[in-house]
T-cell receptor, first 114, second 113 residues
Framework: KNQVEQSPQSLIILEGKNCTLQ??????????LRWYKQDTGRGPVSLTI?????NTKSNGRYTATLDADTKQSSLHITASQLSDSASYIC?????????????FGAGTRLAVHP | DSGVTQTPKHLITATGQRVTLRCSPR?????VYWYQQSLDQGLQFLIQ???????AKGNILERFSAQQFPDLHSELNLSSLELGDSALYFC????????????FGEGSRLTVL
């Protein structure tokens, strides 16, 4: 079954600390993996998008990794800021003929406290 | 600003009523997606259009319908509204059929009383 599992479900960290969010997937055939940041009540914003051949991709203080063999991805946030408080959503694209299907994870809710 | 415009931003209506949500994709984007997000829940895929044609359907209720017009804007129609339909409805667009970048609008918050 094509699924995307994220962990932890929620996380609280102190400002300035680092954290890592996990994403495991069973989606096949795989096209790409994306990480989105969603502030409460706002639309998701793309952080990174990685294809099969990419292991690491950075966007400022956000670094995503992808292990296509184990079907795992992580999102590492460095030197967290209060503005990082949001839900982080992992999305895997499944190839489906000429059209692709996006499989969404449930998200990890991150709270950064001063 | 993602370039995807959704209207209205907020909508309050009563059970049994019908509403229409509108989405204007980014200039040049051919695909439009609709998602529903209930309180503290993940995004649930409803439906996708590509260049005016329906291409994929998710967990969309029969009371809901959508279409994409020749100018590529899309509308999501919700009828016989129930309390449980209260949610944020997001539209997203992409230039292609789902491989590339997806840009989300700011959503339409529907409250059914």
């Amino acid at each position: 079954k094509n699924q995307v599992e994220q962990s932890p479900q929620s996380l609280i960290i102190l400002e300035g600390k680092n954290c890592t969010l996990q994403c495991n997937y069973t989606v096949s055939p795989f096209s790409n993996l994306r990480w989105y940041k969603q502030d409460t009540g706002r639309g998701p914003v793309s952080l990174t998008i990685m294809t099969f051949s990419e292991n690491t991709k950075s966007n400022g203080r956000y670094t995503a990794t992808l292990d296509a063999d184990t079907k795992q991805s992580s999102l590492h946030i460095t030197a967290s800021q209060l503005s990082d408080s949001a839900s982080y959503i992992c999305v895997v694209t499944r190839q489906s003929g000429g059209y692709n299907k996006l499989i969404f994870g449930a998200g990890t809710r991150l709270a950064v406290h001063p | 600003d993602s370039g995807v415009t959704q209207t209205p931003k907020h909508l309050i209506t009563a059970t049994g009523q019908r509403v229409t949500l509108r989405c204007s994709p980014r200039s040049g984007d051919l695909s439009v997606y609709w998602y529903q997000q209930s309180l503290d829940q993940g995004l649930q895929f409803l439906i996708q259009y590509y260049n005016g044609e329906e291409r994929a359907k998710g967990n969309i209720l029969e009371r809901f319908s959508a279409q994409q017009f020749p100018d590529l804007h899309s509308e999501l129609n919700l009828s016989s509204l129930e309390l449980g339909d209260s949610a944020l409805y997001f539209c997203a667009s992409s230039v292609d059929r789902g491989v590339g970048e997806l840009f989300f609008g700011e959503g339409s918050r529907l409250t059914v009383l």
